[in-house]
C-alpha cells in the first residue's frame, strides 16, 4: 500500500470539512435511534464508525446520505443540507447501501456502464470493473453473482462516478480475506486521491487499518472518537507482562514493561519461559466502550 | 498497491470537476435500454405477457364461432377490439407490479442516491410498457387481419382514432399503474393485490363478454375506469356502424372516450405526484 501523509494540524486549517454534524437526533415511534451525535470529517480522511448492532450507524449514515428525514440537529455534507439535495450535490457523491438486491438480469458490465451515464465525469467503466476485482465476471448476470461478488458491484457503482465523498455501510460483509484486501487496497487508492470516505464496519481490523480517525457508536450516541492507536485510552493504557514460572502463568500490568521486562530477564538469567508483552487491541477496548455503554 | 495504480489514480483526480450533468432525456433514453432489456430477460414474464391476449383471442373465437344475430359482425371481431384495450391496459399491470418491485428490491433507493433526474426512471418505464403495448397490439392485430376476419380499416380517420384512443389509454393506464405501485405493503404481494381487480375489470368492461350483455350497474362502475372506453374506441375502429346496435348506448359515443379517458391522465398524473413513495414502508 503507498503510505498516506498523515494529516497535520496545517491541513486542518487549511483543508475544508466534509461533513459537519450537531446535535443529530431521530426516533423511531419509541424507538431512539440516533440520540445527539457531532461529528467532523475533514476532506480526504477516511472516517470510519463502529458499533453494536441497532447502534444507529446506518441511520446516521443514511441521513447523511439525504435518504432519511431527521428529527433535530444541523447536518452538512460537502457544503449542503442532505434535506434538500440536488443533482450537482449527488453527483458529488457515491453511495454504497447496507442491502440491496436490484438488477439482478444485466451484466455487471451493462450495470456499471449504464450508472456512468448518470454522472458528469464518470471513471472508465471497465477500469471500475477491473479496480472491484470482477473482470472474470464482467459478462456474467448480476443474478448469478456470489453475495461477496455481488456486493463488489455495489462498490463498483459507489465510486463509477468519481465521488469526492464515499458512503460505505458495511461495504466488506461477505468477502473473502483477499477480496477484503483488494477492497482496502482500493480504499486506500481512493483516500490517496484525496476522496473522503465515510464507512461503518464490524470489523475491527478493517477500521484499524483503514481509517485516520473512528467513532464508536453505542445505543444511538458516539461512546468514543479518536485515532485507532489511541482509542479510549489504548496508548496509555497499562501493558501487560505475562510469564511462566514453576509452572504457573503470572502476570503483571504494568506502565513501563520494558523494566519488568529488564528484571525477569535478571532474574531467570536470560530467557523468560513463555515470555508475552502485549497491549490491549482496538477489539478489547471497543468492548469495553460498548458493554460500558450498554450498562449505563 | 501498484505505482501504475496510483498514477492513474493521480490522473483520475485532474480531470475531476469539469462536465456538465446529462440531460434528464439523455439518461431517460439509457433507462428505457436497460429497463427494455431487463423486461426481455425475465423471459418467462415476457412470453406470459405477449402470449396471454392471444391464447384469450383463440380459446374465445373457437367457443363463439358465430355472428351477433343480423349485424354481420363476429365474436371474435369483438374480442380483438377488447383484447387490444386489455393489451394496452397491461401498462396499468406491468407498472403497478414493477416499480411495486424496484421500491422492494432497492432499485429506487439506489437510484434516488445518484444524480439520476425522477423523470429519468419514468422516461425509461413509459418507453418500456409503449414498446411492450405496441408489440401486443401488432400481434393482435395481425392475427385478427390473418384468421378471423377483421376488417382492416380503409379508412384514415378510424386509424387517427385508433392512434389517439391507443395513446390516451396507455398515458392514463400508465398513470394509474404508476400511483396503484405504491397500494401493494410488499413487492411480493404486489402481483396478487393487482391482478385480481385488472381482471375483474376486464370482465366488467366488456373484454370476454359483450356490454350490452352486463347488467346496468355493473356497466355503470365500469363507465368510472378507462378500460371499458378504450374497448368502445376500439370497436368504433374496427366494427364501424355494423356493430352499432351492439353497443348499450347505440353509438360510440367518441367524445365521451376521449373525455374519460383525458380525464384518467390528468388524475393520473396528480394521483402520481401526491402518492408516488420512492422509499418502502421499511425506510424511515
Ligand atoms: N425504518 C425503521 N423503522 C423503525 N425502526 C428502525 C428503522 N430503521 C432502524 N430502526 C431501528 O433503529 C435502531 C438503529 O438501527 P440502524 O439500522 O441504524 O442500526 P445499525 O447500527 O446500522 O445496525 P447494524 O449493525 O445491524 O446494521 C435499531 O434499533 C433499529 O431497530
Ligand atoms: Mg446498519
Known sequence: ?296 | MSESTTAAVTADTARRGGGELPSALRIGWARAVVETKMFFREKDSAIFIFAFPIIMLIIFGTIFSGQFEGTGVTVSQVYVAGLLGAGVMTAFQSLAIGIAVDREDGTLKRLAGTPLPRSSYFIGKAAQVLLSSAIQAVLLLAIGFAFYDLPVPADAGRWMTFAWVALLGINGSALLGVAASSLPRSGRSAAAVVTMPFVVLQFISGVYIPISTLPEWLVRIASFFPLKWMCQGFRSVFLGDAGLSLEVAKSYELDRVALVLGAWVLGGLVLCLTTFRWKSRRDG
Open chain 1, 1 to 296: 500500500m503507498v503510505p498516506r501523509r498523515p494529516y497535520t494540524d496545517d491541513d486542518r486549517s487549511m483543508t475544508q470539512t466534509a461533513v459537519k454534524v450537531r446535535g443529530l437526533a431521530k426516533r423511531y415511534g419509541d424507538v431512539r435511534a440516533v440520540g445527539g451525535i457531532d461529528l467532523d470529517i475533514r476532506q480526504g480522511e477516511v472516517f470510519a464508525i463502529l458499533g453494536p448492532n441497532g447502534a444507529g450507524k446506518s441511520t446516521t449514515v443514511e441521513i447523511l446520505e439525504g435518504y432519511r428525514t431527521r428529527d433535530a440537529g444541523e447536518v452538512s455534507v460537502l457544503g449542503t443540507d442532505p434535506g434538500r439535495p440536488t443533482r450537482a450535490w449527488r453527483a458529488r457523491l457515491g453511495i454504497v447501501l447496507q442491502t440491496a438486491n436490484d438488477a439482478a438480469e444485466l451484466t455487471v458490465r451493462e450495470t456499471v456502464r449504464h450508472f456512468a451515464t448518470y454522472y458528469p465525469d464518470p471513471r472508465d467503466p471497465d477500469e471500475v470493473i477491473a479496480r472491484v476485482g470482477l473482470e472474470e465476471k464482467a459478462g456474467s448476470r448480476i443474478r448469478q453473482l456470489s453475495g461477496g461478488q455481488r456486493r463488489r458491484v455495489d462498490v463498483a457503482l459507489g465510486i463509477i462516478g468519481r465521488p469526492e465523498l464515499i458512503f460505505l455501510d458495511e461495504p466488506t460483509t461477505g468477502f473473502d480475506p483477499e477480496a477484503r484486501r483488494r477492497f482496502w487496497e482500493l480504499i486506500d487508492s481512493l483516500a490517496h486521491d484525496g476522496t473522503t470516505i465515510l464507512l461503518t464496519t464490524h470489523y475491527l481490523d478493517e477500521a484499524e487499518a483503514l481509517a485516520d480517525r473512528v467513532a464508536v457508536i453505542a445505543r444511538g450516541r458516539i461512546a468514543a472518537e479518536g485515532e485507532p492507536a489511541t482509542l479510549g485510552g489504548r496508548a496509555a493504557a497499562k501493558a501487560t507482562v505475562a510469564w511462566a514460572e514453576d509452572g504457573v502463568r503470572r502476570t503483571v500490568k504494568t506502565d513501563e514493561p520494558t523494566r519488568t521486562v529488564a528484571e525477569l530477564s535478571r532474574r531467570f538469567d536470560g530467557e523468560i519461559p513463555e515470555l508475552t508483552v502485549t497491549r490491549p487491541t482496538l477489539e478489547d477496548i471497543y468492548l469495553d466502550l460498548v458493554q460500558g455503554a450498554t450498562h449505563e
